[in-house]
C-alpha cells in the first residue's frame, strides 16, 4: 500500500491551497481517510477525517470552516482544500487511511506547507 501526498508548498498568509492523496495498492471505498500535520517541535496532530462509512466528516477546531476534505473513490484519490491559511499553519501534512477515523494503518510521506506572514 502506498499513499502518495502532494500540493504542499509556500504561499501567503490568507491564501489557499489544495493538498492530494492518491492510493495504490488499495481501495479507498471502505476506508476512513485523514489529514494530519506536524509543526515544528510539536507532535503529529489530526486535522479532518471522512470515516469509512462516509457518512461522517470531522474537522478539528484550528481549521474548521477554512479546510475542506474531500475524497474520489472513482480516482482512489482524496484531498484537502486549505482557505484562508495563516502562519500557524504552516507544518508537514500527512494523509493516512485505515479503518477508523485518526487510527490510521497506512501513512503517506508527507507534504510541506508554509504560510509566510
Known amino acids: 500500500v502506498q499513499l502518495q501526498a502532494s500540493g504542499g508548498g509556500l504561499v501567503q498568509s490568507g491564501g489557499s491551497l489544495r493538498l492530494s492523496c492518491a492510493a495504490s495498492?488499495?481501495?479507498?471505498?471502505?476506508?476512513?481517510i485523514g489529514w494530519f500535520r506536524q509543526a515544528p517541535g510539536k507532535e503529529r496532530e489530526g486535522v479532518a477525517c471522512?470515516?469509512?462509512?462516509?457518512?461522517?466528516?470531522y474537522y478539528k477546531d484550528p481549521v474548521k470552516g477554512r479546510f475542506t476534505i474531500s475524497k474520489d473513490n472513482a480516482k482512489n484519490t482524496f484531498y484537502l482544500q486549505m482557505n484562508s491559511l495563516k502562519p500557524e499553519d504552516t507544518a508537514v501534512y500527512y494523509c493516512?487511511?485505515?479503518?477508523?477515523?485518526?487510527?490510521?494503518?497506512?501513512w503517506g510521506q508527507g507534504t510541506l506547507v508554509t504560510v509566510s506572514s
Open positions: 471522512i470515516s469509512s462509512s462516509e457518512i461522517s466528516i
Open positions: 495498492g488499495l481501495t479507498l471505498d471502505g476506508y476512513a
Open positions: 493516512g487511511t485505515g479503518l477508523q477515523c485518526w487510527m490510521m494503518d497506512y
